[in-house]
């Protein structure tokens, strides 16, 4: 059975005032019948961390170089997030395909330095509006599960999150279809490419818009096994309804 997970995306939000959320997050879940993830800004990482402590909340970086230390101005590698007390690390997230030109490749390059480092890779696929409006959908998202997954991965140390590009932070959600569709669909490349075990084991995200009206619904979708979840997990109250539907899913 694979175990739920309701994982928090900050982005470039928080100061140290904002770890009062963790404190508010664990009050309101002190034993969640699902898992917990906060990642919030590096500069927050190591008091998250501390934050963190003996409550069951984890928390993972959003981003990390594929190579171990070096010559890298402003990059931060697996190892230095598993030294604050990360667990996990966001990979292939559309705003750093975009924003930094990442391509499938360096998905998977960095996924590799992070699972050897012992961090659980959270792979980011998607598409955008262009290419869902020509019914490329399960190409490009077999395209990107081809390119940035390694072959090394576990069902512990692998999650996929499939966030349409066109749904992040806009208020747009795909049809209950549209998510099942391309969520079975992901399950399916996972079997085929690692087997039954491996393939079956691997947590499926659902992530763009996610707030506590829509999660039920969202959370009833075959293979939808939790949400990467943006702005609605600033707020401890508006996180915690979305843990809540996932609880109960």
């Known amino acids: 059975m694979r175990r739920k997970l309701a994982a928090g995306n900050w982005k470039m939000n928080g100061i140290g005032a904002d770890l009062a ?16 993830l906060i990642c919030p800004p590096a500069s927050l990482l190591h008091r998250a961390a501390e934050a963190a402590s003996d409550t069951p909340i984890a928390v993972g970086g959003q981003d990390c170089h594929s190579e171990a230390k070096g010559a890298h101005t402003g990059d931060i590698s697996a190892a230095m ?3 604050a007390g990360a667990s996990h690390v966001i990979l292939g997230h559309s ?21 050897s480092e012992g961090l659980t890779a959270i792979i980011c696929l998607g598409e955008s509006l262009a290419e869902r409006e020509a019914a490329n959908t399960l190409d490009i998202i077999a395209g990107q599960m081809s390119s940035s997954i390694p072959d090394m991965v576990t069902g512990e140390n692998l999650v996929i999150a499939y966030e349409p ?6 208020g747009k959600v795909p049809t209950l279809e549209q ?12 079997e085929a490419r690692f087997g039954q075990d491996i393939g079956g084991a691997v947590r ?4 763009g ?10 959370f009833a979708v075959s293979n939808v096994d939790g949400a990467l979840v943006g702005g609605a997990s600033l707020k401890a109250a508006d996180f915690s309804g979305i843990i809540c539907a996932l609880e109960n899913s």
């Open 21 to 36: 959320e963790f404190e508010a997050l664990a009050r309101a879940h002190p034993r969640p019948d699902c898992e917990i």
């Open 81 to 83: 997030l598993r030294d």
């Open 95 to 115: 705003e750093r395909r975009a924003d930094h030109d990442e391509r499938s490749e360096d998905v998977r390059a960095k996924a590799r330095a992070a699972i």
């Open 165 to 170: 590009v066109w749904a992040i932070g806009t």
């Open 209 to 218: 818009s996610v707030k506590p009206s829509n999660a039920d619904e969202i």
């Open 179 to 190: 998510i099942g569709e391309v969520h079975d669909s992901i399950r399916a490349m996972l």
């Open 204 to 207: 499926l995200l659902y992530g």
